[in-house]
Structures are given as C-alpha cells and as structure tokens.
C-alpha cells in the first residue's frame, strides 16, 4: 500500500502537516511557558488595584496617597511603591525583611510580562502608571512559581485539544483528497498503459492538476496514434494478404494443371505459362511498391538530388504512355511554357511519381478523353498537375485515396487492369520526401486534376527521406 503514488503523496502531505503542527505547538509552548495564564492574571490583578488607588485618589476629601497605598496593600495583598518625579522611592509597603525594588528599566524585546527583580535577584510582577503631578505609582507582587506541569495541564492541553487535534485531523483529510486528486488521474494512465496495445483501451479522462491534465492529453493522442497504427498494420497485413491471393491462386492451379497433363497441348501450355509469367510479374511489382513504401517509411531511402529538366521528364512520360493511350484512344496533352526553370529534385523518384499519376488518369479515361499534364511557376515553387476528363472520384473516397491499397471501385478489386491500390501512397511519400504536397481535385462526372507543388530547391541538396 505504501509503495502506491496515492499512499506516498498523502505521507508527504501528513508528515508535511505534522511538521508544522509540531514547530507551532513547540512555539506555542514556549510562549506559555514565558508567559502563562496565572502571570497573566496575575498581572490584571495589579492593574486592578492601580486603577483603585488612582481613582480614591482623585475623590473629594481623600486621604493622602501614601495611606491610600498602605491601605491597599494590606487589602489586596500587595507590594505598593510611590517613586518621585527624579524616580527615588517615597513610600514602600514592603514587609519586615524584604529588599527595596528600584524603579523598573526598559522592557527588553522579546518580553512580554513586566518583570522587575530586587537586591537578591527574586523576580516581581508589576503594574506602573505615571500620576498628573508627574510622580509614579507602583503595584508589585512576587511572581507566582508554577510547575511545568501546571502550565500543560491549565493552559497548553487546552488549546491544543480544541484546535490543534481538528487541525490535524482536517489536514489529513484535506491532504488524503489532494492526493487522490493527482493520484487518481496517473494510475488510471498506468491501467490504461498497462492494457496497450489493445484496440480496447479507452482514452482517460482528462482530470487533476494542469500538469496531470497535459500528461493525460499526450496519453490520449499517443493511444489514439498506437491505436491508429494497429488498425493500419492489420489493414494492411489483411490487404497484402487478399492482394496476393488472387496471383498466387492463379499461379497454383495453372502450375498444377501442367503437372498433372491437364493442359495437354501447346496452345494450354503455352497459356498456362503466359498467365503464370503475368501473375508473378504483377507480384513482383507489388513487392517492389512495398519495398519502396517501407523504405520510405523507414527513412533508408536515398534521394539523388540534381537539376531536374520537367519538361524533358513529362514529355518522355508523354511518349512512353502513347502506345496505351493509342489503343485506349484517350489524347494526352502537355501545357508546359518553354521558360520553366528546372527542379532539384531526384529525377528517377519524380519520374515515378508522374508515371503512377499518369497511368492512374488514362486508366479511368473512357475513349474520346484528354489527359493533360501542365507544369508552372508559383512563388518559390513549382506546380505540376495531371488532370483527365474521366468519370471522377466521389466526394465521400477523396480524403483515402493516397492510403495504402485503397480503391475507389471495390467491384474492380483484383481485376487485370489496374494495380493494388499502391501507386498514389508512393507517390504522396515520395512528394513529402522532397518537402511538397500533393492534392487532389474531383467531382463526379467532370474528371480528377491531381496537383503536385514542390519546391525549387530543397533545404538540402542530397538527403535521406526521414518519417516525420
């Protein structure tokens, strides 16, 4: 129980309690003992008597003050002196055998009862007022002698029964919820921590102190991206998984009808070995395409900086998508001024970023449409886009497309004309590799524009793709 943060935070609060309880009660204590009840009463009764022979005094007809200060004494049991203007003894109603009092010095700093002490050094309390005529009267006792004994049980427990033991008792509580106020927050995070990487784990309440409430939020963001992470990882385990199915399904069952003589003749042969050799080549380009995106990911991919010529780079594209873009009888048009500066970029990744781009607009180009691939100068960058007048993408597909093996027509999943839904996440990665951004614009039936800005020259000339 002790080594919880909860049990050990509510000890430190105690016995941070306790502490200062203790240095009040040591210098409560020793304020009493310097100055207990009976002093205190003590010194009222004299002040009593002070007041009495001050006020006989002033009657009509009063006796002198000397007999008013005699006849005090004996009544009320006390010492009373009258001293004159210079502060020489007048009057003393001392008792045969006790020592004469001179007029009391300056308190010093730190007292707090009127002591005077005589010849033999015995201490007397007293009470001394200056009358109108300038002379000074003078009421003084012995100070009574108390045991220590007396002052804790009259004047010290008390006090500290009535205040001090609620005082503690209503810190320890105090400090008991203190402490669960922060503890309470933390080991929920611990639970929660303890539970990862579980796709269950719920986020924490946000709760307890400022600071507590700024960990909890980075829990909960760092939860949601493991989370996150879990689910793309699954996703695309699951995704590799169905994407190598089909190929590998076809490759078996063609392989095995040459083993068995089932494809009996050239013509079945030669088919079987034809749909094997295109199988395996589609795998081996979805192999290479994850390669790429993992090294990508991983930030061992090395980009080769150097001046790059846009429009040599688009117009070679232009000519290497001619013969498919023949046979689809789509027309490819390239928009790209004479004067437009080069690049620094790594030519061959930028040339596989325009090929996927172009080769995704002319597969969903019906005949008869144009892809246009258009390059200028904005700013301090340049921007690049590819747009076909095709069916579109549906507004609710547009924030996925560049996610790892997403399509936008399911029903097409596998077919024979398209890829594994790999293209536009490596071309986004390599885009963000060279510190641009590409985007996306569609609309059903008014075609797709992909637009890709980079920058002219990037913070380093030969870099490594690092993962932010």
């Not at 309690?17 to 009222?44: G, H, W």
């Not at 922060?182 to 719920?202: D, F, G, T, Y």
């Not at 040339?351 to 996927?356: D, G, K, L, M, R």
């Amino acid at each position: 129980m002790i080594s919880s943060l909860r049990s050990r935070l509510w000890l430190s609060y105690a016995f941070i309690v306790v502490t200062a309880l203790s240095v009040v009660t040591i210098v409560l204590f020793v304020s009493l003992f310097q100055n207990p009840l009976l002093y205190r009463q003590t010194t009222e009764r004299l002040k009593a008597v002070q007041s009495v022979i001050t006020e006989r005094s002033k009657e009509d007809q009063s006796p002198p003050l000397s007999t008013l200060a005699e006849r005090s004494a004996r009544t009320f049991n006390v010492r009373v002196i009258l001293l004159s203007k210079n502060r020489e003894v007048t009057f003393d109603s001392a008792f045969n055998g006790e020592t004469a009092l001179a007029f009391p010095e300056n308190r010093r700093v730190l007292r707090t009862l009127p002591i005077v002490r005589d010849e033999n050094g015995n201490a007397w309390l007293y009470s001394i007022e200056k009358l109108p005529d300038g002379t000074f009267l003078m009421v003084t006792t012995p100070r009574p002698r108390i045991s220590i004994l007396n002052i804790v049980s009259d004047d010290f427990m008390p006090i500290i029964w009535s205040g001090g033991i609620i005082a503690l008792l209503l810190s320890l509580v105090v400090a008991f919820l203190i402490s669960g106020w922060i503890a309470n927050p933390l080991q929920r995070v611990v639970n929660a921590a303890r539970e990862m990487p579980s796709a269950e784990v719920k986020p924490v309440e946000v709760a307890g102190p400022h600071e507590v409430q700024e960990l909890t939020r980075a829990f909960n963001s760092m939860l949601e991206r493991v989370q996150a992470s879990g689910r793309s990882q699954r996703d695309f385990v699951a995704n590799v998984s169905h994407e190598m199915k089909t190929p590998l399904t076809s490759i078996q069952g063609f392989a095995q009808a040459l083993l068995d003589g089932t494809a009996d003749t050239d013509e079945s042969r030669q088919k079987a070995a034809q749909v094997i050799f295109g199988e395996s080549e589609r795998m081996h380009r979805m192999v290479l395409d994850l390669l790429d995106l993992a090294k990508l990911d991983a930030g061992t991919a090395d980009l080769k900086m150097s001046a790059v010529n846009m429009r040599v780079l688009l117009t070679s594209i232009q000519e290497k998508f001619t013969p498919q873009s023949q046979r689809a009888e789509v027309k490819i048009e390239l928009q790209i001024p004479a004067d437009l500066p080069p690049l620094i970029a790594d030519g061959d990744r930028m040339a596989q970023v325009f090929t996927n781009l172009t080769d995704n607009a002319l597969k969903f180009t019906p005949r008869g449409g144009t892809v246009s691939l258009a390059a200028r100068v904005e700013m301090d960058g340049m921007c690049i886009t590819v747009t076909d007048t095709g069916a579109g993408i549906p507004e609710a597909d547009l924030p996925y497309i560049f996610r790892r093996f997403y399509q936008v027509d399911p029903a097409r999943k596998g077919g024979e004309t398209h890829g594994a839904g790999l293209g536009l996440a490596i071309a986004h990665e390599i885009v963000a590799a060279h510190g641009g951004r590409i985007t996306v614009r569609s609309r059903e039936g008014a075609g797709t524009t992909m637009e890709v800005l980079l920058p002219l020259s990037p913070p380093e000339k030969t870099q490594t793709v690092r993962k932010k």
